[in-house]
């Protein structure tokens, strides 16, 4: 018999509800039942109050300041690529691995006032209490411990509230999607697509067509994520004609179609030859675009920056995978720089790319 959980939604089960932060109060509790049983250890087992206190102030603050230490282990690898991922600011660097997004005001006075007296208590106090010794190898050890032993690392379950609540993470399954829902199938058959392309009475000038359009897909990720309807422009970039329809069926709907627009980049030098390239935006990078605008996205300018580099990078560790793929694309980064400097970018690409396609045929 199947259990009934399970038929609800037509069989697909349960959808999870948000989760309301019941955590907190399971805290709140551990908290309440550690005070009984401190106090009923002084009824029994008296001892002073005030020792006990200092005693774990000082330990708080050998907590705070031991992730603090941690963190700035990861800033000592961050300056390496201070140049690459910020800028070549070292300041902002160390704010990425220092600066602490969520209650960071209370943390600050909790630190202030929690080693304000530890310190107290080595210059005037019973240095009993904790030696800064002791101190030390407590705040160092168990910074050092916590991050061997990975347990600064999120659970899974905190994964997924992250998931849920910010919106990160984005980059890689918007790569995969791409990746299996469109250049897994279309990538491979370019070759053919080209070649029906340049059939006689196509769409490409000329007598040896061939040589203006190469089965590569120029790819184009553009840093602000803003994938415009078209790639034409009113200068040197024009819309062709589209290329041959690849037809499939898929996601339920009978004979799909997938289509590739070729577009003719002229240089600046006259004497140079026209360019032909099947080329388009990575379009899943739109809803990266869609969501820095939208405001129950919680979705920042700053996340959108990284989220487009970890695309980048994953859909080229995948498309280099995959042999299939491998010589049939090329990704093309774009600044937000004005629509003239597009061209030149994608002139000096397309023909460094052909030089390379050229060199490896020849071979």
């Not at 907190?24 to 550690?34: G, P, W």
């Not at 009993?128 to 379950?157: G, N």
């Not at 069926?249 to 004497?271: A, F, L, M, W």
Request: glycine fraction near 4%; charged fraction near 25%; charge should be neutral.
């Amino acid at each position: 018999m199947v259990n009934s959980d399970f038929k609800q939604n037509n069989g697909f089960g349960h959808i999870f509800n948000k989760r309301r932060g019941r955590e907190l109060y399971i805290m709140l509790y551990l908290l309440c039942f550690l005070v009984a049983v401190y106090y009923l250890n002084m009824l029994f087992f008296p001892r002073s109050f005030k020792e006990d206190l200092i005693l774990i102030l000082m330990v708080v603050s050998s907590i705070i300041i031991g992730e603090f230490l941690r963190r700035i282990c990861f800033f000592s690898e961050e300056i390496f690529h201070s140049k690459k991922r910020y800028n070549g600011s070292i300041i902002l660097a160390f704010k990425n691995c220092i600066t602490v997004t969520s209650y960071s005001g209370v943390i600050w006075i909790i630190l202030a006032f929690s080693f304000s007296v530890t310190f107290y208590q080595w210059i005037w106090g019973d240095k009993k209490i904790l030696s800064f010794t002791v101190y030390a190898t407590y705040m160092i050890c168990s910074s050092i411990v916590m991050h061997l032993l990975k347990l600064k690392e999120p659970s899974i379950i905190e994964y997924s509230h992250l998931n849920e609540v910010e919106n990160k993470h984005l980059a890689a399954g918007l790569a995969w999607g791409y990746y299996f829902g469109y250049l897994k199938e279309q990538l491979p058959k370019l070759k053919i697509l080209v070649d029906g392309a340049v059939a006689p009475h196509s769409m490409i000038e000329g007598d040896n067509a061939c040589k203006y359009l190469k089965p590569i897909m120029y790819i184009i990720i553009p840093k602000d994520c803003n994938c415009t309807e078209n790639l034409a422009n009113d200068y040197d970039i024009k819309f062709h004609r589209n290329c041959l329809e690849d037809i499939r069926s898929t996601g339920g709907v009978h004979d799909r179609s997938y289509k590739n627009s070729v577009y003719s980049i002229e240089p600046r030098e006259p004497q140079r030859p026209k360019k032909y390239v099947i080329m388009e935006y990575a379009t899943p990078l739109n809803n990266l675009f869609k969501m820095s605008k939208h405001r129950e996205a919680n979705f920042s300018d700053e996340d959108l920056e990284r989220e487009v580099i970890l695309f980048y990078k994953k859909l080229k560790s995948i498309l280099d995978d995959d042999p299939n793929c491998i010589n049939h694309y090329k990704l093309i980064l774009l600044s937000s720089a004005s629509q003239e400097n597009i061209a030149d970018v994608l002139y000096r690409e397309i023909n460094d790319e052909e030089n390379f396609f050229n060199n490896n045929v020849n071979v």
